[in-house]
C-alpha cells in the first residue's frame, strides 16, 4: 500500500504564499506521475498540477499558470506545490495523489490510484 501525506496548508491572506508537501511512503509505484488536485466547499475535486517522474514534464490548470509551481524529489519521496499570489479562489482542500507512468490524461482524477488526506489551504481577503 502507498501511502500519502500532504502538509503545509494554512490560513494565508491574498497575495501570499504557501508551499505544500507530499511525502510518499510504503510500497512504491514504478516512476509514478504526482499529481495535485483541490477541492472547494460545495465543489468537486479539480486538477491543479501534475508532474513527471523525472521533472522534465509538468502540467497546470489555466486557473493557476504562473502562480503555482510544481517540484519533486524523488530521494525524499516529496512532491511539491509552492503557490504565489493566493486568491480567494485558491480556498480549498489540496489533495496529492499518485498514478502509474503510461497512457491517460494526467488531468483525469479518475487516473490516480492513491490519495493523501489533504491539506486545508485558506484565503483570508
Known amino acids: 500500500q502507498v501511502q500519502l501525506v500532504e502538509s503545509g496548508g494554512g490560513l494565508v491572506q491574498a497575495g501570499g504564499s504557501l508551499r505544500l508537501s507530499c511525502v510518499t511512503s510504503g510500497r512504491t509505484l514504478d516512476r509514478p506521475i504526482m499529481g495535485w488536485f483541490r477541492q472547494a466547499p460545495g465543489k468537486e475535486r479539480e486538477f491543479v498540477s501534475a508532474?513527471?517522474?523525472?521533472?522534465?514534464?509538468?502540467a497546470y490548470a489555466d486557473s493557476v499558470k504562473g502562480r503555482f509551481t510544481i517540484s519533486r524529489d524523488n530521494v525524499k519521496n516529496t512532491v511539491y506545490l509552492q503557490i504565489f499570489s493566493l486568491q480567494s479562489e485558491d480556498t480549498g482542500v489540496y489533495f496529492c495523489?499518485?498514478?502509474?507512468?503510461?497512457?491517460?490524461?494526467?488531468?483525469?482524477?479518475?487516473?490516480?490510484?492513491?490519495w493523501g488526506q489533504g491539506t486545508q489551504v485558506t484565503v483570508s481577503s
Open positions: 508532474i513527471s517522474w523525472s521533472s522534465d514534464t509538468t
Open positions: 495523489g499518485a498514478r502509474r507512468s503510461g497512457p491517460g490524461s494526467w488531468r483525469d482524477i479518475s487516473e490516480y490510484e492513491y
